[in-house]
């Protein structure tokens, strides 16, 4: 029986991760596929969904760096954003409609007095403009159909909730160091009822996202180009291993990153003196290279080394 065929994937094969200074007003899956479009690339993804009214990072990889996306979505984040007090919208940003209104507006003393609680491990209800789902249906989408949407607490972990500025009595801007799946528009909401009134997010803007600093990023401007003009420059690009830059890294052999390669978990006694000393030897996560090649990631447990996501063998990790 004559084999299928295949069908070649459009587009250039391309590797690497662009950062996006994602203006405000543009969803996240839109400005992956003004990317995808301008470099002509076969696979592109995002690392992590900006509201559209959010500005700042958003990391677009691309071929082999979508397999380190989860990775960089369980990184630190760093936000900005501003709350404003005396208006509760039903999307908890400004692009909401008004739900309720109170003329009560807080000290900065009875702010910060409130922030220790939305502080650490936490409960946080998703605003119900948001992707999970209910029964396999986007809350989002059973919003705007009218629907009530009532979604649970849920584990947050927020590192540390700072007011940087106070404008006037009606707006307080913050910064927020979290982990993965917190919901800035949440923490807006429920201070601004923690502190007596109500509130929602003005302005937000996302200042870090892993390894990938504002530094890194590129406006979309400059990359989402139309008509007949010539792919952006692969040189704005960043390695995909670029992505793991915080994840302690090991050194193996080529003949241990063949193993490693077949799916065997290798015994740590081999690895005595090399095995960095911040890797969580319960279960942490290790970057493998052998020489400048990225191997993959692997896992440290029960005295074993074992492979958890393995690269092809032409990827390089500088």
Request: proline content about 7%.
């Amino acid at each position: 029986m004559p084999r299928p065929f295949k069908k070649k994937p459009r587009g250039r094969d391309i590797n690497g991760w662009l950062i996006v200074d994602k203006p405000s007003g543009i969803g996240s899956t839109d400005v992956v596929n003004k990317v995808k479009r301008a470099f002509d690339a076969q696979k592109a993804g995002h690392g992590g969904t900006l509201d559209p009214l959010a500005t700042g990072l958003l990391p677009i990889a691309f071929g082999a760096a979508t397999k380190t996306v989860p990775y960089v979505m369980d990184g630190t984040k760093v936000y900005h954003f501003t709350l404003r007090f005396g208006e509760a919208r039903d999307s908890d940003d400004a692009d909401g409609a008004v739900t309720e209104k109170s003329e009560a507006r807080p000290t900065d003393e009875a702010i910060r007095a409130a922030l220790p609680a939305f502080t650490g491990d936490i409960m946080q209800i998703p605003p119900i403009y948001s992707a999970i789902k209910i029964n396999g249906e986007r809350a989002y989408d059973l919003a705007r159909d009218g629907q009530e949407v009532v979604l649970e607490a849920r584990p947050a972990r927020v590192d540390r909730f700072e007011l940087i500025a106070r404008q006037d009595a009606d707006t307080a801007i913050f910064e927020v160091q979290s982990g993965k799946g917190v919901y800035m528009r949440s923490l807006a909401r429920d201070l601004a009822k923690a502190v007596g009134t109500v509130g929602h997010i003005a302005a937000l803007r996302r200042l870090r996202v892993g390894p990938f600093l504002e530094a890194h990023a590129v406006p979309l401007d400059k990359i989402a180009v139309s008509g007949d003009t010539p792919p952006p420059s692969l040189d704005v690009l960043l390695p995909f291993a670029t992505a793991l830059a915080d994840i302690p890294a090991l050194a193996v052999t080529e003949g241990e990153a063949a193993r490693l390669g077949f799916g065997q978990a290798l015994s740590l006694v081999e690895f005595m003196g090399r095995v960095p000393p911040d890797a969580d030897p319960d279960g942490g996560l290790v970057r493998v290279v052998a020489g400048e090649r990225f191997v993959g990631l692997c896992r440290l447990e029960e005295g074993m080394l074992r492979p958890e996501r393995l690269m092809a063998d032409a990827i390089r990790a500088a």
